[in-house]
């Protein structure tokens, strides 16, 4: 198959871009991408847990857990025990955290705003059709899946 042809080029390139976009953001607020999603998830859903951050971030547990001890360690979050589950931690943005995540977002947002502003409505809502249809074409494929 031709490179021209193959969709992944695309997709990455396009990724990559996005990515070095939001690095370079990101950069002045002190966080990298992992911690914003982090932080951006917690601001939205205090309590979670690291499992469930992780799920929602779209990483593994272990590089969650780094994401976390890393913010732990900057005083960017909290980690209490649960109420009911002993083994559970529920994690929480301190008010340094929130902060942090303020400024973070005010940084990022203006990256996707960009990014979305290349394209009418129309193209925008199908571009996220396509994509949503190209992820769950490809965990269907995925070899680890069946």
């Not at 990455?12 to 991408?33: C, D």
């Not at 929602?56 to 960017?76: E, F, I, Q, S």
Request: proline residues 5%; hydrophobic residues 45%.
């Amino acid at each position: 198959m031709p490179v021209e042809e193959r969709l992944g080029t695309f997709i990455k390139r396009a990724e990559q871009a996005l990515m070095g976009a939001k690095n370079a953001a990101l950069k002045p607020a002190g966080v990298t991408i992992p911690q914003y999603a982090a932080l951006y998830v917690l601001s939205e859903n205090p309590g979670i847990s690291a499992a469930e951050l992780a799920r929602r971030c779209g990483v593994t547990a272990p590089t969650m857990n780094t994401v976390l001890g890393n913010l732990r360690d900057r005083g960017l979050i909290e980690r209490t025990p649960h109420a009911w589950h002993r083994n559970v931690l529920e994690t929480r943005l301190t008010d340094a955290g929130r902060k942090v995540m303020r400024e973070a977002d005010s940084r990022a947002v203006p990256v996707e705003r960009a990014l979305a502003a290349e394209f009418t409505a129309a193209e925008l809502a199908s571009l996220m059709d396509m994509l949503t249809r190209a992820a769950t074409v490809l965990d269907s494929v995925r070899p680890d899946n069946t």
